[in-house]
């Protein structure tokens, strides 16, 4: 593995069906954040994690909910999926104790459908 | 409310400069990145400026006023290759990215 790994590429989910989107990284990092992506809108933080064993919920959380049992491995489950969380979902990490611009590195995202 | 804005198309010639423009109202301010997203791919990370002046990386440069909620991304010498979205994201007193809708740039030969 190099860098952060998301799974699955894309998927078509029945409104209703739990899902879990997989994202691993490899970095050490200890922050880690699921965005999701939608068209005309910019990226949008639904939860984001400091350190392993911490959550915190970010703009759009409703619906979503993530765990960090370890450094690098940070799911994000959708425990009964509707339409509207159709969307392109992107995992990414940074490191926060590197003093410099901790920027944010992401993985290749998710393509979620819900029909 | 949090804020950032970016035009929403831009078209260039190949070899020509571009500027793209960030404007931004955020609750704090702990710097500013410009990222590259070509279509169907993650974002990756260009440039970062926390400090107001411009900085050089290459064929891009980047230009930040705090005073203005204002900032630029220059790409000079335009390549094919350079057609993607670039996105603005200002780093807000939660120490989170509040991000653009970002800017399509569509480069013609």
């Known amino acids: 593995i190099a860098g952060i790994t998301q799974a699955p590429t894309s998927q078509i989910l029945a409104a209703g069906r739990r899902m879990t989107l997989r994202c691993t990284q490899d970095?050490?990092?200890?922050?880690m954040y699921w965005y999701r992506q939608d068209l005309g809108l910019g990226l949008r933080l639904i939860h984001y994690?400091?350190?392993?064993?911490?959550?915190g919920k970010g703009e759009v959380p409703d619906g979503y909910s993530v765990s960090r049992a370890n450094t690098d491995d940070f799911p994000l489950t959708l425990a009964s999926a509707v339409p509207s969380q159709t969307s392109v979902y992107f995992c990414?990490?940074?490191?926060?104790?590197?003093?410099?611009?901790?920027?944010?590195?992401f993985g290749p995202g998710t393509r979620l459908t819900v029909l | 409310g949090q804020n950032i804005d970016q035009p929403t198309e831009m078209t260039a010639t190949e070899g020509a400069i571009v500027q793209i423009n960030c404007t931004y109202q955020?609750?704090?301010?702990?710097?500013l990145f410009w990222y590259q997203q070509h279509a169907g791919e993650a974002p990756t990370f260009l440039s970062y400026?926390?400090l107001d002046g411009l900085e050089e990386k290459g064929r891009f440069s980047s230009f930040l006023s705090r005073s203005k909620g204002y900032s630029y991304l220059l790409l000079k010498e335009l390549q094919m290759k350079d057609s993607a979205s670039y996105l603005c994201?200002?780093?807000?007193?939660?120490?989170?990215?509040?991000w653009g809708a970002g800017t399509k740039l569509i480069i013609k030969p």
């Open positions: 990414a990490s940074s490191d926060s104790s590197s003093g410099d611009y901790n920027e944010q590195f």
């Open positions: 970095m050490r990092h200890n922050a």
């Open positions: 994201a200002v780093r807000d007193s939660n120490y989170q990215l509040i």
């Open positions: 994690s400091n350190t392993a064993g911490t959550t």
């Open positions: 955020t609750s704090g301010f702990n710097g």
């Open positions: 400026n926390v």
